[in-house]
């Protein structure tokens, strides 16, 4: 599978389980929770995990650098998606989360959707390169790589 495929595939993935997730959070009426946000870390390390393990496994691509690539354009992507999910709801939808993003711990302040979606592209972005970082311990060694290939 081509780099770009791998990364596009893995990027919706993760988009698509932190938008359900927020669905299910919704239909549950706890959305307005903040602690429930760092599950979406989760989701990011999964899909940058399968990211990097496609790359690796089924392409045999051993290059620390490449697939450390991979996983945080796969993340970087995934944020600027939800990221967009979060503009078309809040703008299209529900006008009011904007004041519950604001009552966040996390966010704090009385802040315009665009200085929130800045607050939210750093907090993401971070969150990509310690995902693609730490999922890369697993893959940083060629000789273990192409021992998984073989099994």
Do not use: W
């Amino acid at each position: 599978m081509k780099n770009d495929q791998i990364v596009a595939k893995n990027a919706v993935l993760i988009t698509l389980l932190i938008g359900s997730y927020f669905l299910l959070c919704k239909v549950l009426e706890v959305a307005d929770n903040p602690y429930l946000r760092f599950l979406n870390l989760a989701f990011v390390f999964f899909g940058v995990q399968n990211a990097i393990k496609e790359s690796a496994l089924k392409n045999g691509e051993t290059n620390y650098i490449h697939n450390l690539g991979i996983g945080i354009r796969t993340a970087a992507i995934a944020v600027i998606l939800s990221i967009t999910g979060i503009i078309v709801y809040i703008e299209l939808i529900n006008p009011d989360f904007l004041a519950v993003m604001n009552n966040s711990f996390l966010i704090g302040g009385d802040l315009s959707l665009a200085e929130i979606v800045i607050s939210l592209f750093i907090e993401g972005m971070a969150s990509s390169f310690i995902s693609a970082f730490t999922i890369m311990q697993l893959y940083k060694n060629p000789e273990k790589i192409k021992i998984k290939m073989k099994a």
